[in-house]
């Protein structure tokens, strides 16, 4: 799925702004440290990923991966926990331990490809009790857009902030519901086409404290068998955590297929504008 912040306002959508819950600066909240989960091969990129990871095939000469992780190390993160899996030489071989970034990478790998909860968990140990950014080795958005996030993250007392895009329907992915001060009350994850009551969708990066990694441990198997993210959020929501949105202005694109490789490189020069 691509969006670019034009397109959004050419079809006329009116995006709501929400109530700021900015408060002074704390040190304890400024996020250094990022999470990355790059462990899977992308199925659907069929014979493009035959023999590399998705994170890792190129856009513009540099694979996703490290656009993200420059974008990120610009924004300000100094530390990645990079969970890999499928090919992961591939990975540490490019990466290394991150200095000619100018970062610092450690990797954890995913033998057991048990869901995304089970892949956050295994950086527990790296992140400690600091807080951190979460994203996935194949979404891009615009680099402002990590910014945003962090500084609201920083500024604020969420325990999580999700970044949210304005989509007609979110059915694709998971539908976002928030309070007019932008707290998250629910979410809907893959909502039958038509029946959501809100445009917001889950774009996949968030910025959370330890908390996200308490339910992460806590989460049941899912109907496929699997650990999931977005159940670790509801639990955290039920519980009475504060889950904020952050809109994001600008590109966004979720890479999954051949024909979103091909965009990826539109979605680079909106981020650089």
Request: aromatic share 6%; hydrophobic share 40%; glycine share 8%.
């Amino acid at each position: 799925m691509l969006i670019l912040g034009d397109e959004r306002l050419k079809s006329g959508l009116v995006v709501p702004t929400f109530a700021s819950q900015d408060s002074p600066m704390n040190e304890d909240r400024k996020v250094r440290d990022a999470v990355l989960l790059a462990a899977g091969r992308g199925t659907r990129m069929k014979g493009l990923t035959e023999d590399v990871p998705k994170p890792m095939l190129p856009v513009d000469g540099r694979p996703l991966l490290e656009h993200i992780t420059i974008a990120l190390r610009d924004s300000g993160i100094e530390h990645f926990v990079v969970i890999v899996g499928y090919h992961a030489d591939r990975i540490r071989d490019h990466f290394g331990d991150g200095r000619r970034f100018d970062v610092r990478i450690d990797y954890r790998i995913q033998e057991v490809r048990d869901g995304t909860a089970g892949a956050l968990r295994l950086a527990e140990d790296a992140i400690a009790e600091r807080p951190f950014l979460l994203g996935w080795g194949d979404i891009l958005t615009a680099r402002a857009n990590y910014t945003r996030l962090l500084d609201r993250f920083a500024d604020g007392a969420a325990d999580l902030v999700l970044a949210v895009n304005w989509v007609e329907d979110p059915h694709r992915g998971a539908a976002v519901y928030a309070d007019d001060d932008g707290r998250i009350e629910r979410i809907v994850e893959k909502p039958p086409p038509g029946t959501s009551t809100t445009h917001w969708h889950n774009a996949g990066i968030a910025v959370a404290n330890s908390a996200l990694f308490t339910h992460a441990a806590r989460v049941p198997r899912s109907p496929r068998g699997e650990f999931e993210i977005p159940d670790a959020l509801t639990a955290m929501i039920a519980e009475g955590r504060r889950l904020e949105v952050v809109p994001l202005e600008g590109a966004w694109l979720d890479v999954g297929t051949p024909e979103d490789l091909a965009r990826a490189a539109e979605v680079l020069r909106h981020s650089r504008a």
